[in-house]
């Protein structure tokens, strides 16, 4: 049982967790590699499968920092493309390069609005009351932006994002230093904190950080996956644990 006698904090992921936002992620990977697949086809003649926004979403981007998740889903096709810069246009044909194109389909997609998880919201409300510290960690530099639509900011007292583990110099999951951070600033040990996921690095990550409980949420019937790389317990509904 998760009691405020066995612990003392929750460190809960953004996407996929708490908002919505993680269909539209897979829209805006999927719409970024398509059409950068369709185009390398057409000029190499190579046979390239055209990204799945399921499978190839939770394998290689989910919850993995922007540039990360470009370079990883690449790789898997055996496509080598220069670093860039982060400065580098949404245009040029760099890991940095696709990976701002794909920021810039998100940003299209978010101004339709966002929305979260009721059952989140309620069990981070309850766990609120029982005396409970709270984190939100993201691995994307547009957490601030995302939390403040979605009206849930301020719900939290630590908020650990992209922006910070560029700041901080860490790597992304599935490394567990984004939850450690969190625990950190929270004031609280890894092992008196539980870790919220719905992703595949994420619960690695926090089963790597040694953290209390690591619980995955299954939003899309990935639970036997969940519990393969590190999850506890899995949940359809936060509201069960």
């Known amino acids: 049982m998760i009691t405020s006698r066995r612990f003392d904090a929750a460190i809960l992921d953004m996407d996929g967790v708490i908002t919505q936002t993680a269909v539209l992620h897979a829209q805006a990977w999927k719409q970024m590699f398509d059409r950068f697949l369709a185009a390398r086809a057409e000029r ?4 390239l499968a055209p990204f799945d926004a399921d499978t190839d979403y939770r394998r290689y981007v989910d919850g993995k920092p922007r540039y990360d998740g470009v370079r990883s889903f690449l790789e898997s096709h055996g496509i080598r493309l220069p670093e860039g810069d982060p400065d580098d ?21 978010l101004r339709e609005g966002i929305a979260v998880y009721e059952d989140t919201m309620e ?16 691995s994307s530099r547009n957490a601030t932006d995302v939390l403040t639509a979605a009206g849930v900011l ?39 904190a539980i870790v919220v996921e719905d992703a595949l690095s994420g619960v690695e990550a926090g089963r790597a950080g040694g953290f209390g409980l690591v619980v995955g949420v299954t939003r899309n019937g990935n639970g036997d996956a969940l519990l393969r790389h590190g999850a506890d317990v899995v949940v359809a509904d936060l509201r069960d644990v």
């Open 44 to 47: 190499t003649g190579e046979k």
């Open 89 to 109: 246009p949404p245009d040029a044909e760099t890991i940095c390069g696709l990976g701002n194109r794909k920021n810039v389909l998100f940003h299209e997609l």
């Open 123 to 138: 069990q981070v409300r309850r766990w609120k009351q029982q005396g409970f510290k709270l984190a939100v960690i993201s």
């Open 154 to 192: 301020e719900e939290f007292d630590v908020k650990i994002d992209g922006n910070d583990l560029n700041r901080l110099q860490l790597p992304g999951k599935p490394a567990p230093e984004m939850f450690l951070q969190a625990a950190a600033d929270l004031g609280v040990p890894p092992a008196r």
